[in-house]
């Protein structure tokens, strides 16, 4: 069984900081890309950040510079840095992963995690 699970999400003021995990469950899963998304209230989901096997990185524009993605593979984690947070941030992020196991090809989503930036 594979599994996503984030957690690291919770309130903070405007400018503060927050970090996120993606810890992988499932030894034998190979992530070909991981990502972030978020969906904001009333709002539609939105791509974050990705980064492939490669170490390539793709961020929203309205996060470069603030936010940046990770990995540690000894972990089996991803992470996501916040940095400079604001209001506009507040959605729930949801981890994702594109990957094979067990011969087949696997598309994953984390539960969601939930950030509050406050003014």
């Known amino acids: 069984q594979v599994k996503l699970v984030e957690s690291g999400g919770g309130l903070v003021q405007a400018g503060g900081s927050l970090r996120l995990s993606c810890a992988v469950s499932g030894s034998a899963f190979r992530a070909y890309a991981m990502g972030w998304y978020r969906r904001a209230p009333g709002e539609e989901r939105e791509l974050v950040a990705t980064l492939s096997s490669e170490g390539r990185t793709t961020y929203a524009e309205s996060v470069k510079g603030r936010f940046t993605i990770a990995r540690d593979n000894a972990k089996n984690t991803v992470y996501l840095q916040m940095n400079s947070l604001k209001p506009e941030d507040t959605a729930v992020f949801y981890c994702?992963?594109?990957?094979?196991?067990?011969?087949?090809?696997?598309?994953?989503w984390g539960q969601g995690t939930l950030v509050t930036v406050s003014s």
């Open positions: 994702h992963a594109v990957g094979s196991y067990d011969y087949t090809t696997l598309e994953l």
